[in-house]
């Protein structure tokens, strides 16, 4: 077993889906699914994190299409039916033995809508899940500016959108808005991120079909069909979704679990790494109801038998 990722390559839908294993590859499997415009490295913390804290297990980070080291899938409109429907093949060819299943912001939607259509996830965790609509959030005047920025790269030919669309300024003040800690050096880190990870889409194209997917849908859609032991992991100063909605999303899944974090926006993969690993670690080696508690290791941390009480095939 080794803790240091190292990427593989999954068929799915006609493309290579590049992905970043963390942990025992043989081990119990957690699937981290990233946000609109990110890759694999936003998650890299969470999955880390994971690993540390759960002897074998095994975190698996793709890049979803069109963003990072995955291509576009070919002659497909990138909207959250087809971003449900890769999830779907990707799982089925990476981890058929069962998994876990996490989505952050925009993963939240992907997760979200291939549940709906029929993945069976064992347990299920939503990290900043996108709970209403685009225009209600706190900061809609803010969403109205990047869905006439995201319309403007629309009416550019392909090289003029690119240069717009991951033009520095505009992706550094983002990153100023999203990012709500008063660490100067996370700050300065987190900023980094963005630079060097924000604009690594395939092609304009594809990334604005991606955008109108991540405003068009909330995971409200699809929460009843959340049927297996859910976790929503919030922010309390999330300028996408206001807490009152991530509390309306978990009076619609019965029997989930709703944890805030205070001080802490929608980059709670970056801000509060520690907290939400925390908060993940202990969902996944509870219990379910009626089922019985599976076996700890020497350091008396609990080794999910598919995460804890299920049976793997």
């Given at each position: 077993m080794t803790n240091a990722p190292?990427?593989?390559?999954?068929?799915?839908?006609?493309?290579?889906?590049?992905?970043?294993?963390?942990?025992?590859?043989?081990?119990?499997t957690i699937i981290l699914v990233h946000g609109f415009r990110g890759?694999?490295?936003?998650?890299e913390g969470l999955a880390a994190g994971l690993v540390a804290a759960l002897p074998g297990v095994r975190a698996l980070v793709p890049d979803l299409p069109g963003f990072g080291e995955t291509a576009a899938i070919p002659g497909r409109t990138?909207?959250?039916?087809?971003?449900?429907?890769?999830?779907?093949?990707?799982?089925?060819?990476?981890?058929?033995?069962?998994?876990a299943l996490l989505g952050h912001s925009f993963g939240s939607l992907v997760?979200?809508?291939?549940?709906?259509?029929?993945?069976?996830?064992?347990?299920?965790?939503?990290?900043?899940?996108?709970?209403?609509?685009?225009?209600?959030?706190?900061?809609?005047a803010l969403t109205q500016l990047a869905i006439a920025y995201y319309r403007a790269a629309e009416?550019?030919?392909?090289?003029a959108a690119r240069g717009l669309l991951g033009n520095p300024a505009i992706v550094r003040v983002m990153s100023e808005v999203m990012a709500?800690?008063?660490?100067?050096?996370?700050?300065?880190?987190?900023?980094?991120?963005?630079?060097?990870?924000?604009?690594?889409?395939?092609?304009?194209?594809?990334?604005?079909?991606?955008?109108?997917?991540?405003v068009s849908h909330t995971v409200a859609e699809f929460a009843s069909s959340f049927s297996m032991p859910t976790l929503l992991i919030a922010g309390d100063r999330d300028d996408i979704t206001p807490l009152a909605k991530q509390l309306d999303l978990r009076h619609r899944v019965p029997g989930s679990e709703l944890r805030i974090l205070p001080g802490v926006g929608h980059l709670v993969h970056y801000e509060a790494v520690d907290d939400a690993v925390a908060f993940i670690g202990r969902f996944l080696t509870e219990p379910r109801p009626g089922a019985p508690a599976s076996r700890m290791t020497s350091s008396a941390v609990a080794v999910p038998a598919a995460f804890a009480g299920e049976t793997r095939a």
């Open positions: 190292h990427a593989i390559s999954v068929p799915t839908l006609g493309v290579d889906t590049r992905a970043w294993e963390h942990g025992d590859p043989d081990g119990r890759d694999h490295h936003g998650l990138h909207d959250i039916e087809l971003y449900g429907e890769w999830l779907r093949e990707f799982t089925a060819n990476a981890a058929p033995g069962g998994f997760v979200g809508a291939a549940i709906a259509g029929g993945l069976e996830p064992s347990r299920l965790i939503l990290v900043n899940p996108i709970s209403s609509p685009a225009l209600e959030g706190p900061q809609a009416l550019l030919p392909e090289r709500k800690t008063g660490d100067a050096e996370l700050r300065t880190w987190i900023h980094g991120q963005h630079a060097s990870h924000f604009s690594t889409f395939s092609d304009p194209s594809t990334l604005l079909q991606a955008f109108r997917a991540s």
